[in-house]
């Protein structure tokens, strides 16, 4: 009917790369040069100017080397300062729509920048799809009948309803344990690639969305008359999957919040995907339905 509960080990076996603040700074310095230049001076020559202004009314001598030299001192550090800060407002390739938390992210690339990185795109990807499948399992939610089924249009129905939900979290294992750690890895230069982390993601919010659609279609069928309690052990089984990837975002999240001695040996981590609610009570309303079943077949026939 269901699978049972079932425990999905991977490890993670990577280098660490990620951006110092030295080599920020070198590309600050290579790609800005001109910029912190025309701003060092644009501010210089207005500062120069304001206080040559202010000795001329306040008949001070505000000029010398020392006065000079902070001005420049000073012209000099505000000018980085805006590079700086141009420099980190840089969309990366790839990332343009996603939210400028992302980007900084993607941009500044700290230790374990990576998994901070998937951390923040799960989060924010499956925030609005948890808020509605949340509500859709609690019942806060108005969902439509669509469908009443014939018996045997039901029972086809409830014989795919598991076979469906196994193909799911076939899909899911694969995207939580495998693909999603393979683009978290790099074994060389130049690491691991956003773009790739964001294309996994979003295969994740697909499948995370087909399940959503998996619990609002139940609700959309009124049952045939015997087959309720069935009916209402089927729902709610996609939490499976939902559990298994609020775990991998919980690994995520302790994940990027190491530092770079943090880890000496292969990260080993495990997904749990447990057995859906309801699988043994399953069976036996399976088997009383089966049994009056001509009964509700008849009934319905000649009603």
């Given amino acids: 009917m269901a699978e049972s509960e079932d425990h999905v080990e991977n490890a993670l076996t990577s280098n660490i790369y990620y951006t110092s603040n030295l080599e920020h700074f070198i590309e600050i310095v290579k790609g800005y040069w001109r910029l912190t230049a025309l701003v060092s001076l644009s501010v210089f020559g207005a500062i120069w100017t304001l206080f040559e202004s202010s000795s001329y009314f306040l008949r001070t001598d505000l000029s010398g080397p020392y006065i000079y030299g902070a001005i420049g001192l000073f012209s000099v550090i505000s000018s980085f ?59 806060k939610e108005f969902i439509k009948l669509t469908k009443k089924p014939k018996t045997t249009e039901y029972i086809e ?14 899909v899911a294992k694969k995207l ?15 690491g691991v690639s956003p773009t790739e982390i964001l294309k996994c993601i979003e295969r994740i ?11 609002i279609e139940a609700r959309e069928i009124e049952p ?64 009383k339905a089966e049994k009056n079943l001509p009964v509700s077949m008849f009934k319905e026939f000649f009603t």
């Fill in 81 to 139: 300062i805006y590079s700086w800060r141009k420099y980190l407002k840089e969309t990366p390739n790839g990332l343009e729509k996603e939210s400028l938390k992302i980007q900084k992210i993607a941009r500044i690339k700290k230790p374990y920048w990576e998994y901070s990185l998937a951390h923040a795109l799960l989060s924010e990807k499956l925030s609005a799809l948890d808020e509605r499948l949340n509500n859709v399992l609690e019942g």
């Fill in 157 to 170: 129905w409830v014989i795919l309803r598991p076979i469906n939900l196994e193909k799911m979290v076939e």
């Fill in 176 to 190: 939580l344990i495998f693909d999603l750690p393979s683009v978290l890895q790099a074994s060389e230069e130049p």
């Fill in 205 to 215: 919010e697909k499948i995370y969305q087909q399940t959503c659609e998996y619990e």
């Fill in 224 to 287: 045939p008359e015997n087959f309720t309690k069935i009916h209402e052990i089927l729902n709610g089984w996609s939490v499976v999957i939902r559990n298994a990837i609020n775990q991998m975002i919980n690994f995520l999240e302790k994940m990027s919040n190491l530092k770079e001695t943090d880890i000496s040996e292969p990260i080993e981590f495990q997904i749990v995907f447990e057995e859906p609610n309801g699988v043994k009570e399953l069976e036996e309303e399976l088997a």
